[in-house]
T-cell receptor, first 114, second 113 residues
Framework: DAGVTQSPTHLIKTRGQQVTLRCSPK?????VSWYQQALGQGPQFIFQ???????QRGNFPDRFSGHQFPNYSSELNVNALLLGDSALYLC?????????????FGPGTRLTVT | DAKTTQPPSMDCAEGRAANLPCNHS???????VYWYRQIHSQGPQYIIH???NNETNEMASLIITEDRKSSTLILPHATLRDTAVYYC??????????????FGKGTKLSVKP
């Protein structure tokens, strides 16, 4: 049973560019959340998708957008990249009917903005 | 902002119990205490959660004080593989559409031979 997978593992972009990160949830999961983790900090919640809609959003600008597909996989898009967007981007999945709401995290995508 | 306070770092000898404290003095009656850990270069991993009773699973034990203002995560026999950053999180327990995780900086646990 594959866990949460993310692609790519590493990415280097230039300021002003746009980037798309991808996430496949754990089998049986229908809800995907995205987190940003700067170096030395804990992960910060970006947004969550369920039934192909954004259900919750953290304190992130509109440059951060996402999408969820019918197969529950998800994309995170970041426009007009800034140096401060350099971070580890984590995807987490869960099943909405799970009472424990344990989130399963992927290994992350390391984004470097130069 | 995170609603928990944890020491930034702790050391533990291999084979001994690791006791990681967490203060959550503003916790409300319907908020649970969750613990996750993050081993270097990996995503966070769920460990355990509880409301007011002590909980135990194959990874750890969670002791919550009677007033629920603090808790302790216990790794009974720490190994070198338990070296990680441990996060204590309080959150509401809803379905998947609410209550996402708010991480602080956690406690960096170093298990030494």
């Amino acid at each position: 049973d594959a866990g949460v997978t993310q692609s790519p593992t590493h990415l280097i972009k230039t300021r002003g560019q746009q980037v798309t990160l991808r996430c496949s949830p754990k089998s049986g999961h229908d809800t995907v959340s995205w987190y940003q983790q700067a170096l030395g900090q804990g992960p910060q919640f970006i947004f969550q998708y369920y039934e192909e809609e954004e259900r919750q959003r953290g304190n992130f600008p509109d440059r951060f957008s996402g999408h969820q597909f019918p197969n529950y996989s998800s994309e995170l898009n970041v426009n007009a990249l800034l140096l401060g967007d350099s971070a580890l981007y984590l995807c987490a999945s869960t099943y909405i009917g799970d009472n424990s709401y344990e989130q399963y995290f992927g290994p992350g995508t390391r984004l470097t903005v130069t | 902002d995170a609603k928990t306070t944890q020491p930034p770092s702790m050391d533990c000898a291999e084979g001994r119990a690791a006791n990681l404290p967490c203060n959550h003095s503003t916790i409300s009656g319907n908020e649970y205490v969750y613990w996750y850990r993050q081993i270097h270069s990996q995503g966070p991993q769920y460990i355990i959660h509880g409301l007011k009773n002590n909980e135990t699973n194959e990874m750890a034990s969670l002791i919550i004080t009677e007033d629920r203002k603090s808790s302790t995560l216990i790794l009974p026999h720490a190994t070198l593989r338990d070296t990680a950053v441990y996060y204590c999180i309080v959150r509401l327990l809803y379905g998947g559409s609410q209550g996402n995780l708010i991480f602080g900086k956690g406690t960096k646990l170093s298990v030494k031979p």
